[in-house]
């Protein structure tokens, strides 16, 4: 885009390393002084065995490169962590995403999300959300790309946000920029908040799916102009407005994910689904066949989103428009919000 004189806001091949190399994260936050879970890397299987059988359980086992959200394994035990290493080094279950994994501990307290938006020296913050990565209510089940998330997150205040702007944020912007690979575009810090203060999880360098469908209905001012500031490396001297409300993203998902997604089912019901006050419907997975019927068509097939006064009654008009959906072969948490709101 770049070459071609295109306007773009992402990240360089370079700088997306922060998302397509766990190794490159690590030792990036080694050098910057960033919070972050102790690792080891390994691309040999059977160090990487070794490796779990001294340390012991629980520990979290992940895909060194990317494997569409479903290469990260918090096992339990010793079992679970034997056989993550073996389904992504030995089998290759995510292809080269799996020839490396980095082992690390495993943290314990409540899962975040942080946004921001970078011009590659200065960072605009874009708010938290929090989601629900296992399938299955309670969080159980194994770990899938998102079921659902809202936003904004009373675990995570904003005195504690700014903390993790100038403690993780930043001093990765300025680690990037001394190695010559400055990142810009929107920088998403999945963090731990643990009994010790935030700690890093993982980078994305994206608005992730679907902390972004909960995220933006929030937001009062438009976006492009924050784009453009940031293409044009003005973010230090750009603000944004936020509506006053709380918002939430329900996924629903066709039966078998995130194992083996059923595909071609049929969806009805969604116009009746979105006439409900406050309620954003996103098509996720969806297309339709030859007769203009609307079909599933991936694993996540359908985001019901609601913006109100309070999470309670944005939960409420998610789950009341869930319920207009008319799609037997799909399925979806009833827990989404549970931390907040119990």
């Known amino acids: 885009m770049e070459a071609a004189s295109i306007p773009c806001i992402g990240p360089s091949r370079a700088a997306a390393q922060l998302e397509?190399?766990?190794?490159?994260?690590?030792?990036?936050?080694?050098?910057?002084?960033?919070?972050?879970?102790?690792?080891?890397?390994?691309?040999?299987?059977?160090?990487?065995?070794?490796?779990?059988?001294?340390?012991?359980?629980?520990?979290?086992?992940?895909?060194?490169?990317?494997?569409?959200?479903?290469?990260?394994?918090?096992?339990?035990?010793?079992?679970?962590?034997?056989?993550?290493i073996d389904t992504m080094m030995a089998a290759r279950a995510f292809g080269e995403a799996g020839a490396s994994v980095v082992i690390?501990?495993?943290?314990?307290?409540?899962?975040?999300?942080?946004?921001?938006?970078?011009?590659?020296?200065?960072?605009?913050?874009?708010?938290?959300?929090?989601?629900?990565?296992?399938?299955g209510e309670g969080e159980t089940g194994p770990n899938t790309g998102g079921m659902g998330a809202y936003s904004p997150t009373p675990s995570f205040p904003p005195a504690a946000q700014q903390a993790a702007m100038d403690g993780i944020i930043r001093p990765a912007l300025a680690e990037m920029a001394r190695r010559g690979t400055p990142f810009r575009g929107v920088l998403y810090a999945g963090l731990m908040l643990t009994a010790e203060g935030a700690?890093?999880?993982?980078?994305?360098?994206?608005?992730?799916?679907?902390?972004?469908?909960?995220?933006?209905?929030?937001?009062?001012s438009d976006l492009l102009p924050a784009l453009q500031a940031?293409?044009?490396?003005?973010?230090?001297?750009?603000?944004?407005?936020?509506?006053?409300?709380?918002?939430?993203?329900?996924?629903?998902?066709?039966?078998?994910?995130?194992?083996?997604?059923?595909?071609?089912?049929?969806?009805?019901?969604?116009?009746?689904?979105?006439?409900?006050?406050?309620?954003?419907?996103?098509?996720?997975?969806?297309?339709?066949?030859?007769?203009?019927?609307?079909?599933?068509?991936g694993g996540r097939v359908l985001n019901v989103c609601a913006t109100a006064a309070d999470l309670r009654a944005a939960r409420e008009a998610a789950y009341a428009a869930v319920r207009l959906v008319e799609w037997p072969e799909g399925f979806c948490r009833h827990d989404i919000g549970w931390r907040a709101l119990g």
């Open 20 to 84: 397509g190399s766990k190794t490159f994260t690590k030792e990036l936050c080694d050098a910057a002084g960033i919070p972050t879970a102790q690792w080891e890397r390994f691309d040999d299987v059977e160090a990487a065995r070794e490796f779990v059988r001294r340390r012991g359980a629980p520990v979290v086992v992940k895909a060194d490169g990317l494997a569409a959200g479903k290469g990260v394994v918090v096992a339990a035990t010793e079992g679970e962590a034997l056989a993550a």
């Open 104 to 135: 690390e501990e495993c943290l314990a307290g409540e899962e975040v999300s942080l946004f921001a938006l970078c011009d590659g020296e200065a960072a605009l913050p874009l708010g938290a959300a929090q989601d629900h990565k296992r399938v």
């Open 199 to 220: 700690k890093l999880i993982e980078f994305n360098v994206r608005f992730g799916d679907p902390e972004c469908q909960a995220l933006l209905p929030r937001l009062m």
């Open 230 to 297: 940031a293409y044009d490396g003005e973010l230090a001297n750009f603000d944004l407005r936020w509506q006053e409300v709380a918002s939430i993203c329900v996924v629903m998902a066709a039966r078998g994910y995130p194992e083996a997604p059923e595909q071609g089912s049929e969806i009805r019901g969604l116009d009746r689904a979105a006439s409900v006050p406050g309620v954003l419907l996103f098509h996720a997975g969806t297309g339709a066949d030859a007769d203009g019927r609307l079909r599933a068509a």
